[in-house]
Each structure stands twice: as C-alpha cells, then as structure tokens.
C-alpha cells in the first residue's frame, strides 16, 4: 500500500480467522479455514448490502481493532495511531530485508515465518511472468511504431514520385509554349471560318 508519497512505508499483515458470521466455516472447505481470504475484513469494517450471517462477539471485537488501526493508517500513515498504540509495534516493510508479517488476531505479532510461501510462489512466478511480458511487449511496441513510421515514409516517397512522373508526363504532352487553343477545329459546321487569328 502506498500514499501519495512515494517515501511513504508499507505495511503487510494477513488477517487470521474467517469471521465468525461470514458464513465461511459453513462451506465444509478445510483449505478455506486457513486464515482469511482477500476481502473478508470489509465484512468485519463496513455493512455490507448483503447478509453474511450474524457477528459473534469476537467478530465485533476484531471489527473494533481494524477499524481503529485502518483509521490511524489513514489519518496519520501509520496503523499504530491513537487506540491501535496499545498493541505490539508493526514494522514497515524494509528494501532488501525479509518481508516481516503483522499477524493481526487477538494477539498480534510480527512474524519472520514466510506466510503461505506456496501460493507466494505461484504468484512470484506469475508476477515475474508479466513483468518479462510487458518488457517484451514495450519492445514490440516500439518495434511496431517504428515500422509503422517507416512504411509512412516509403509511402509518401512512392506519392510524391508518382506525382512527379504524372507532371513530367504532362508536361511532355502539352508543351508550355504552345496555345493548343489557336488549333481547335469547330465542331459546329455552320459557323465558317477559322479560329485562327
């Protein structure tokens, strides 16, 4: 996540523990009850338009404990502001270092341990998949501009050498000192006479 600010820190934290009334430990999934899916703290921060089931007690107590950390990070950058201080210290994220995760549960910590380092990997390798895709594709983009700009040219050469030839054939076929004028016969047989003065 960044502000504005480019020099701003960021911050990683997975959330531990589908909410008690989002209905997902009522899908029967085992791979589902690993901590939370991408999303589920809107449902312990916002109302949402549609029913999720009803929130436990613990749900209203975490919903509390975002909602202050989520304030404080807007407010002041940081999501160790004003109630949120009480809890353990979240480090940001460092260039160069392992990634640190802030475990937020009811007793939140910071934590070396690689979070989920198997779907990490997935996307490492998609995300670096994209990145060789689109510095190939600015490649060819630039390649395609450059073509395209050449085949312009090479087309405005043939127009003007055609052009060219089309004058000078002309000019070849009516002579610029002659009055092609002065010898036109009438095509009107009663008027007698020549045009020629």
Not at 17 to 46: I, K, Q, T, W, Y
Not at 158 to 165: G, K, N, R, T
Not at 176 to 188: D, F, P, V
Request: proline share 9%; hydrophobic share 40%.
């Amino acid at each position: 996540m960044e502000h504005h600010d480019p020099a701003s820190p960021s911050y990683t934290a997975p959330l531990f523990g589908p909410a008690e009334g989002a209905g997902v430990a009522g899908l029967g999934r085992s791979d589902l009850l690993f901590g939370a899916s991408h999303g589920d703290d809107l449902a312990l921060l916002f109302t949402l338009p549609y029913r999720l089931g009803t929130p436990g007690p613990r749900d209203h107590r975490m919903s509390l404990m975002l909602a202050d950390m989520w304030a404080a990070f807007m407010h002041t950058g940081s999501p160790q502001e004003g109630e949120a201080s009480q809890l353990p210290p979240w480090e940001p994220l460092r260039p160069g270092e392992p990634v640190l995760y802030y475990t937020i549960s009811f007793s939140p910590t910071m934590s070396f341990k690689p979070f989920r380092n198997k779907e990490q990997n997935l996307w490492h390798q998609t995300l670096y998949h994209v990145d060789s895709t689109s510095e190939v594709s600015y490649a060819f983009s630039v390649a395609t501009w450059a073509l395209l700009a050449l085949v312009l040219l090479l087309v405005m050469a043939i127009v003007v050498v055609c052009v060219s030839v089309w004058m000078l054939r002309r000019k070849d076929k009516y002579p610029g000192g002659s009055l092609t004028l002065r010898h036109r016969i009438s095509r009107n047989p009663s008027i007698t006479g020549s045009f020629n003065t």
